[in-house]
């Protein structure tokens, strides 16, 4: 079994910063993946960002240039750090994480943190 435990998000006003962490546990081995998605109410879940292994990052080109996600390998944990925040960001976030537990990779997600963006 994986556990992804996400903390951060909350209320911030437009143009303020937040940061996300995610930190998987379990019987996880290795890693491909991890990222973050987002779902605001009434659309559909999305790409934020996403850190492969192999050093390759994937961003929303509505989010560039204003999120940065790194990761930690050793403790297994994604970051995502959210600048110049427009009320358009305002969505649950989903950690994500693509990892191996022994036999195959298999899709984890976290429970979902809420970002709200508002005066």
């Known amino acids: 079994q994986v556990q992804l435990v996400e903390s951060g998000g909350g209320l911030v006003q437009p143009g303020g910063s937040l940061s996300l962490s995610c930190a998987a546990s379990?019987?996880?081995?290795?890693?491909?993946?991890m990222g973050w998605y987002r779902q605001a109410p009434g659309k559909q879940r999305e790409l934020v960002a996403v850190?492969?292994?192999?050093?390759?990052?994937n961003y929303a080109d509505s989010v560039k240039g204003r999120f940065t996600i790194s990761r930690d390998d050793a403790k297994n944990t994604v970051y995502l750090q959210m600048n110049s925040l427009i009320p358009e960001d305002t969505a649950v976030y989903y950690c994500?994480?693509?990892?191996?537990?022994?036999?195959?990779?298999?899709?984890?997600w976290g429970q979902g943190t809420q970002v709200t963006v508002s005066s």
């Open positions: 379990g019987s996880i081995i290795a890693i491909n993946a």
């Open positions: 994500y994480t693509r990892g191996n537990t022994g036999r195959s990779f298999s899709d984890y």
């Open positions: 850190k492969f292994s192999r050093d390759m990052t």
